[in-house]
């Protein structure tokens, strides 16, 4: 089964501080695309990072980064000098290559960030 | 990326009564996805709509409850059909960005069935 979890459900960072968002992933494809979403209070899912499966490297993308470690399927995102902008539902996701039409997502962690 | 806007933003509706969610790309894509996020939940594929073919369902999703058009490559509907108060919920259209990227998303569609 293709499953997603997000053991946190709630989280809270203080502005300019650093938090880790985890998640991690069951599935026996060896080749997928792994993503950070975003829903803010607005609803609008805005991607925040993908990752390719076959890539060693982390992605990063300003203040957002990810520790991929395949072996262990996890892919944590980070989030450096918070910002109050960045309080949201954050979502993450993967897709395969043979069920592109599929995504599936986690339950979800909902970041509160305190000035 | 593709800009998708999607209408209404809410809206609180009738039980038994039907609401149709519209959602237009401003560029052609092969593929639009219907999807359903129930309070505190996570996303839910509801279905796959393909122009020219009728729209593929999940599990648990069937057509008289949710019928789909797709007219054309730059706009979607999806209906939901007869409704019951388990049906509020945000549902979202998205399209594909290419294989290698993630989706759009629509801004979403608040639905309260009363």
């Known amino acids: 089964a293709q499953t997603v979890t997000q053991s946190q459900p709630e989280m809270s960072v203080q502005e300019a501080e650093t938090v880790t968002l985890s998640c991690t992933y069951d599935t026996s494809e060896s080749d997928y695309y792994l993503f950070w979403y975003k829903q803010p209070p607005s609803r609008q899912m805005i991607l925040v990072i993908r990752?390719?499966?076959?890539?060693?490297q982390n992605a990063t993308e300003n203040r957002f980064s990810v520790n991929f470690q395949k072996a262990a399927k996890s892919f944590s995102l980070k989030i450096s000098d918070s910002q109050l902008g960045d309080a949201a539902m954050y979502f993450c996701a993967y897709r395969i290559p043979h069920n592109f039409n599929k995504f599936y997502f986690g339950s979800g962690t909902k970041l509160n960030v305190k000035p | 990326s593709a800009v998708i806007s999607q209408k209404p933003s809410r809206d609180i509706c009738q039980r038994g009564t039907s609401l149709t969610i519209q959602c237009q790309v401003d560029?052609?894509?092969?593929?639009m996805f219907w999807y359903r996020q129930q309070p505190g939940q996570s996303l839910t594929l509801i279905a796959t709509a393909n122009q020219g073919s009728e729209a593929t369902y999940e599990s648990g999703f069937v057509i008289d409850k949710f019928p789909i058009s797709r007219p054309n490559l730059t706009f979607s509907t999806l209906t939901v059909s007869n409704m019951s108060p388990e049906d509020s919920s945000i549902y979202l259209c998205?399209?594909?960005?290419?294989?290698?990227?993630?989706?759009?998303f629509g801004s979403g569609t608040r639905l309260t069935v009363v």
């Open positions: 990752q390719e499966a076959y890539k060693q």
């Open positions: 998205s399209v594909e960005e290419g294989k290698n990227y993630g989706y759009t």
């Open positions: 560029s052609q894509v092969t593929m």
